[in-house]
């Protein structure tokens, strides 16, 4: 399988700052990646460069093509959405799915309309006088529509009400993803997309903190859940991370002999809410 984005020594520095710091990185095709880091980790400067909207240092490949140097012609394969869309208040949705069938020669007037059929926005309206939700909502529709080999989602549902947010990734599953297609999302409701990922990226400082598969996750990491009375045993046992919760300690541990742990407690597998925490403190909390 060949990969969609290939990256070696990928560096970006902001006068004396480093945004990114020497990432390696290879996305596959067919893949769904979850690119989750705290605000002003380096996630959208590299989506920036990925999307040959920011220069940078080291090696970088998109679909086979150089982003900084061969931008337009990559485009025509990739869509992205920012955390915030900006649509011309005065035009009217009618006239914006005009606009980009004009545009764009990817782009599906059908599924366009049947994606808004699930909302409350007529063709007639201005885009002044919708929502902000709304206003996502249209923007989702129309860029979901464009027949692209990848999706760049960078907080995709924010400003959407959670019954929208199901829908959309319900969308972006049965509608939309396949295995010629790849979607890179970064999200900080990461509970919302766990279950779809194939793929978890964790960064950092502008660096790669955790780059594994979803199987890889659920392989290596456990969760301990033990009585006051079993933490220091399951202390001996060199967690990841600990936390306590009502009296009762959570372990995390890579690794780790899981019938060794079995005797101290209960087992879970961790949310990525829960690995992503225990990466980013590297300690007790």
Known sequence: MSNVIEARGLTKRYKGTVAVDNIDLQIPAGRIVGLIGPNGAGKTTALKAILGLANYEGELSVLGKNPSRDRAALMEDVCFIADVAVLPRWIRVWQLIELTENIHSKFSREKCLEYLKSTKITLDHRVKQLSKGMVVQLHLAIVMAIDVKLLVLDEPT????????????????????????????????????????????????????????????????????????????????????????????????????????KELGELHTPSVADLFVATMSGGAA
């Open 158 to 261: 924010l400003g959407l009400d959670i019954l929208f947010r199901k829908q959309f990734y319900t969308n972006l599953l049965n509608d939309y993803f396949d295995e010629e297609r790849t979607i890179i999302i970064t999200t900080h409701q990461v509970e919302e997309i766990e279950h779809i990922l194939s793929d978890l990226i964790f960064i950092q400082d502008g660096r790669i903190a955790l780059d594994c598969s979803m199987d890889k996750v659920q392989e290596n990491y456990i969760e301990l859940i033990v009585a006051p009375d079993f933490a220091p045993a399951a202390r001996e046992l060199k967690p990841l991370y600990e936390r306590e919760l009502f009296g009762r300690h959570i372990f995390l541990y890579e690794n780790a002999n899981r019938q060794q742990l």
